[in-house]
Every structure is written in C-alpha cells, then in structure tokens.
C-alpha cells in the first residue's frame, strides 16, 4: 500500500468518528436525510447514504433524534431533529472534540519543531 492510499485510508477512519456531531449539530432545525447528507458532504464531511440513514435510525433509537413524516408534499419525507438529549449530547461531543483538537495541535506543533 502506498503512502497516498494509507493516508487516505486513515483519514477515512478518522472522520467515521465525527459524523455523529456533525448530524447532531446539523439537527437543531428539523431536516430530512438526502437534505442532511447534501449538507454534510457540502461542508466537507463526507458520507453516503449508507452510512447517514442507519446512523439516523440509531440516534434516533438512542433517544437523540427525533423524527416526524411530512405527507403534505407529492412525495412523503422522514424530517428528523435533535431531541433535548441529543442537543446536550451535542454540546458535550463539542467540548470533547476542542478538547481533543487542541491536544491534537499541540501534539503536531511538538513534533515539527
């Protein structure tokens, strides 16, 4: 395996792990899940539809999420937003995740000196 493929590879792993905040995140306002996925692939959070609905389904399982159907267009969508839980989930994945970037940064800054 060659270096580009490794780094790629790895950083794949690396943002598997954000999904969940980005959606939570993402979910303060009610959206459905092809609008969710547009959004997050647009801000540079890659994901597929593979990936995003079951994870919606999860945190919704979870008590994160919340859904409603919205019948009143020509075709049926699941509107999905962030319950209380998910909002202080939320907020206490975003302090991990500065706490870990700034450790992250430091670590990197240390190690190019």
């Known amino acids: 395996m060659g270096t580009e493929e490794t780094i ?12 969940v905040l980005a959606c939570l995140a993402m979910l303060d306002e009610p959206q459905y899940g092809y ?6 692939n647009g801000a540079g959070i890659t994901v597929d539809g593979n990936t995003l609905y079951p994870l ?40 991990e995740w500065q706490e870990l970037a700034a450790s992250i940064a430091r670590l990197t800054t240390e190690t190019t000196k």
Do not use: C, I, M
């Open 8 to 19: 790629l590879n790895l950083a794949q792993e690396l943002r598997r792990g954000t999904v």
């Open 35 to 40: 609008a969710l996925l547009e959004t997050l």
């Open 56 to 95: 919606l389904r999860r945190l919704e399982k979870q008590g994160l999420l919340t859904s409603e159907w919205n019948t009143e267009e020509s075709r049926p969508r699941k509107f999905y937003r962030a319950s209380d839980e998910g909002s202080r989930v939320r907020a206490g994945l975003t302090r």
